[in-house]
C-alpha cells in the first residue's frame, strides 16, 4: 500500500493505493478470505514541519469485494485507490497523507485488525 498526496491548480489531494498477491506459488483460492478490509485516506496539515498532524478531508472505502473477488492485483487503476476530498493548497503549512487499513479475516476469530500505513513525505512551499 502507498500513500501520495498531490498538488494540482491550486488544490491538494491525497490517496491511497492498495496492491496485492499471493507470495508463493499455490492453488488459486477463489473462496472468501476476508469478511470486511476497509481502508480510510486522510489529508492532513501541519502548522511546522514538526507540530502535530491535523485532519483536514478524510475518505473510508469499503474493498471487501475487490479483494475477494480478486486473486492478486497489482495495477494502479480508480477500483484499488481510495482518495481523500481535495482542499485547497496552502504553501505555509506542510502538508501529508496517511491512512489506516481495518481489516478482518473470514474464520479466524481474531476479529477486525487495525493496521496504521506509513505516511507520505511532507509537501510544503
Not at 3 to 15: E, F, H, L, R
Not at 20 to 48: A, H, M, N, P, Y
Not at 59 to 67: F, P
Not at 114 to 119: A, D, E, K, V
Request: proline share 3%; with cysteine.
Amino acid at each position: 500500500m502507498d500513500n501520495s498526496t498531490a498538488v494540482k491548480g491550486g488544490a491538494i489531494s491525497a490517496k491511497s493505493m492498495t496492491y496485492w498477491q499471493i507470495l508463493d506459488d499455490q492453488v488459486i483460492d477463489t473462496s472468501k478470505r476476508f469478511t470486511s478490509f476497509k481502508i480510510t485516506t486522510r489529508l492532513e496539515e501541519r502548522l511546522t514541519k514538526t507540530s502535530e498532524d491535523h485532519v483536514v478531508t478524510s475518505k473510508t472505502c469499503d474493498l471487501t469485494n475487490l479483494v475477494n473477488d480478486n486473486y492478486t492485483w497489482l495495477q494502479d487503476e480508480p477500483a484499488n485507490n481510495c482518495v481523500a476530498p481535495s482542499s485547497t493548497y496552502d504553501g505555509e503549512v506542510w502538508w501529508s497523507s496517511d491512512s489506516t487499513v481495518v481489516y478482518d479475516v473470514e474464520g479466524d476469530g481474531r476479529g477486525p485488525i487495525t493496521q496504521q500505513l506509513m505516511g507520505s513525505p511532507l509537501v510544503h512551499g
